[in-house]
């Protein structure tokens, strides 16, 4: 998130089906067997092998492969390139995480310089590209009405989008987080930890409006006779619905 503002211009993409265009070498292929039925459509429901030709999204070793992938595409194959076109794959490549990468600059002619190429940088490799926003305005509108024409009935983008857990705004360049939401129904302490939990919050913009929930929290753990799965006592009950109540009505704060 911090190498991302390194440059006032930004652009963002996906990879479409990233995962997908790795093959997998005949060697590799026995080792990712899986059963299933041999023909649903025609009512033949005998369990027969399928072997995976590509790479699978949940793999543990998936991500680090993909990343391998995209060091060659990248940086091992544009070796011969121009050191302006070298130097902006260099930065794609540390900006990537997953299948999901940015660019950054200081000038809007050097962002639609990107723009036109990515298609040249990834094509090669059968890799499309998808969900490309920027806080560029004229950028933007050039990717709103390519949109336009290839899809029909595709809608202007949205001004706030997501971005690595966060929310963008692309008009005041600000992130956010999402609201928090706390589940006052919850009445046991797993659920309360669950429940504090699932407000990611990277760069703890939020921290000072949980304290209160962590130190509640906190104060369960005391209880060495309260289980994970106990129902809490009423007065508990009682505190954390307060708790949850007071940090759900808090505003969203976003940052420059």
Not at 14 to 39: G, V
Not at 226 to 242: H, I, M, P, Y
Request: aromatic share 10%; with cysteine.
């Amino acid at each position: 998130m911090l190498h991302l503002r390194f440059g006032s211009k930004l652009l963002i993409f996906d990879t479409k089906k990233a995962f997908n265009q790795i093959a997998l070498s005949e060697l590799h292929q026995p080792k990712l067997l899986f059963l299933w039925y041999k023909n649903v459509k025609k009512g033949d429901f005998s369990i027969t092998a399928k072997k995976m030709l590509g790479l699978p999204i949940r793999l543990r070793c998936s991500p680090t492969i993909l990343m391998l992938a995209l060091f060659k595409i990248l940086v091992l194959d544009s070796k011969n390139d121009n050191p302006r076109l070298r130097n902006a794959k260099w930065i794609m490549y540390q900006l990537f995480y997953m299948d999901n990468s940015r660019f950054t600059c200081e000038s809007s002619e050097t962002l639609n310089w990107i723009y036109e190429i990515l298609q040249d940088i990834f094509g090669p490799y059968k890799i499309e590209l998808q969900q490309m926003f920027s806080n560029d305005s004229t950028l933007q509108d050039k990717i709103d009405g390519e949109n336009m024409q290839s899809d029909v009935g595709c809608k202007k983008s949205e001004m706030e989008v997501k971005l690595l857990g966060m929310i963008w705004n692309r008009r005041s360049d600000t992130i956010s987080t999402k609201k928090l939401c706390l589940d006052e129904k919850v009445t046991t302490k797993r659920e309360i930890l669950r429940s504090i939990a699932s407000n990611y919050d990277v760069f703890n913009i939020n921290g000072p409006l949980l304290n209160r929930a962590s130190l509640f929290m906190q104060d369960l753990q005391y209880e060495r006779m309260l289980g994970w799965d106990a129902q809490l006592r009423d007065f508990q009950q009682k505190e954390w619905k307060n708790i949850a109540n007071q940090g759900n009505s808090a505003p969203v704060f976003e940052l420059q």
